[in-house]
């Protein structure tokens, strides 16, 4: 298989990858915006996080298999194919009339988003060098950066001024531009070639992770249901490890898990999944509901971090020359804790510039931890391992995102809980079920009390991933040599064997 593209319709191919980028970007900020309206009008604070859990779910347990399937089939077939599933996902999110209704959705939306992220990535690599890939990663940062702000803004209005399905209708115009400029602009020449693909795996692998996600989220379950999910977890997962060794198309190649590169970059970007999520999920919330700010300024505070990390990636080629790619990295890595520490002071009191300035770090941190990852991940591997390679830095993003935001999520309503003590718990939650229920916490002292300590446990949370990923990253081998010039491939096999 081979790309057959004229240089010149390359920036066509690239601005058809820019929408598709824009319309996955700008959907972490509209809906973290909109949430807390939503939840005031469906009801089921309880199930908060499951909004984004199913998504990210869904979007990581299909990442790894669209990887493998594009390296088969080919780039565009199946691209395509994961927008339309996002679309429709997208529609009926719409018009969802609950919380269960939306976590449906949200679901079938997480199945189409699978595609789009490790797939794009996979023809940027395809189709450019690797001393030109960064000037076009950094364009693809600038679209991060651009939805980073039109993303809180659109959000804040739509709520405000019109029915909130529209932060996932916006989506469809997009992607149907997106679709008419992958069918005729990006061309393959595919040498058909038969291959299995592991279902069974896939099955292994969801029911696992499913099992692991309700155990965190239903803390107050019985006993005995919350044994036997934990049974289901442990069983499932050794099956799906036993499964993969022996599967002739794996969705997860152990013999590629298990590079030490690749193994340590995607533990790394795991951890830095749960630890942004946490802060995508949380923050927002704690703007609106502690500082008594509107969802715009929520939106902008969350803004911050989508902005660092942009910023962090157009910066990158430049920091690689600089002062090479291992004091990058690691720098990166700092920036993590450090950034996730200014949530550990936030007050009632606090500016939400203050927030602000902590998101930004962290974003920016993760930029360099993420770009270097990347890179190094995909020129370890030939082109026909360069889809599922890069899959796996997004499949691990992705796992981390959705068990932070479970994770979170459990320990936001265990913290309530304890804080509340039965009665405040009840009253905090009949205020955030109703539509302009946050809005009006901030009135309430003892409430507000009770929802800034259950938030504060959460940003411990989020302090404490955050340091673990920083201790993983160090772990990551890269030469001391690396850098002064962008890395070529020998570096990257010395890097990998290290």
């Not at 693809?140 to 932060?167: C, F, Q």
């Not at 919350?226 to 050794?238: D, H, K, M, R, Y």
């Not at 190094?376 to 889809?387: A, H």
């Not at 981390?400 to 265990?414: D, E, Q, R, V, W």
């Amino acid at each position: 298989m081979s790309q057959s593209v004229e240089r010149s319709k390359r920036p066509l191919i690239i601005a058809s990858i820019v929408l598709a980028t824009f319309m996955v970007a700008i959907e972490a900020t509209i809906v973290a915006t909109a949430m807390p309206r939503i939840v005031g009008q469906l009801g089921g604070f309880t199930y908060y996080s499951w909004v984004f859990s199913a998504f990210l779910l869904a979007q990581s347990t299909t990442t790894v298999v669209y990887g493998k399937l594009s390296d088969i089939f080919g780039r565009k077939p199946i691209l395509i194919g994961g927008i339309v599933i996002f679309l429709i996902g997208s529609a009926l999110a719409g018009f969802a009339w609950s919380m269960m209704s939306l976590i449906a959705f949200r679901l079938l939306q997480g199945i189409g988003a699978g595609a789009i992220q490790p797939v794009t990535m996979t023809i940027v690599g395809d189709l450019y060098k690797l001393e030109e890939r960064a000037k076009v990663q950094g364009v693809l940062a600038s679209v991060w950066a651009i939805s980073a702000v039109t993303g809180p803004l659109a959000g804040g209005l739509i709520v405000d001024h019109v029915s909130w399905a529209w932060i996932f209708w916006i989506n469809l115009p997009i992607g149907l531009f997106t679709i008419i400029g992958f069918t005729l602009f990006l061309h393959e020449k595919i040498e058909p070639r038969k291959a299995s693909i592991d279902y069974l795996g896939t099955i292994l692998f969801t029911v696992s992770i499913v099992s692991l996600l309700i155990i965190l989220t239903e803390t107050e379950a019985d006993l005995w249901i919350l044994a036997s999910l934990g049974a289901l977890f442990i069983a499932t997962g050794v099956l799906f490890f036993m499964q993969e060794r022996r599967a002739p198309e794996p969705i997860i190649s152990i013999a590629l898990w298990s590079r030490r590169l690749i193994a340590t970059s995607n533990v790394a970007t795991l951890l830095a999944g749960m630890a942004l999520i946490g802060l995508t999920t949380i923050l927002p919330i704690y703007v609106q509901g502690v500082l008594g700010r509107s969802p715009l300024v929520a939106g902008f505070t969350l803004t911050m971090l989508i902005v660092g990390w942009p910023l962090a990636v157009m910066l990158s080629i430049r920091l690689f020359r600089a002062f090479g790619i291992r004091p990058t990295l690691r720098a990166g890595s700092f920036m993590f804790p450090i950034g996730a520490s200014f949530l550990l002071f936030l007050t009632p009191e606090s500016s939400p510039v203050y927030a602000g300035f902590g998101a930004f770090l962290m974003g920016f941190g993760m930029g360099l931890v993420s770009v270097t990852s990347v890179v190094l991940v995909q020129e370890s591997v030939e082109w026909s391992m360069r889809g599922s390679a890069t899959a796996s830095i997004i499949f691990a993003r992705s796992l981390g995102n959705t068990l932070g935001a479970t994770t979170l999520g459990a320990i936001l309503n265990i913290g309530i809980a304890h804080f509340g003590s039965g009665d405040l718990a009840d009253r905090l939650h009949q205020i955030i079920n109703q539509p302009t229920g946050l809005s009006s916490l901030s009135t309430d002292p003892a409430i507000r009390f009770v929802f800034h300590s259950a938030l504060h446990w959460s940003f411990w949370g989020v302090f404490i991933v955050a340091l673990l990923t920083c201790i993983t990253t160090w772990l990551i081998p890269v030469s001391r040599e690396a850098g002064g010039k962008p890395p070529t491939q020998t570096e990257m096999q010395e890097a990998m064997t290290s």
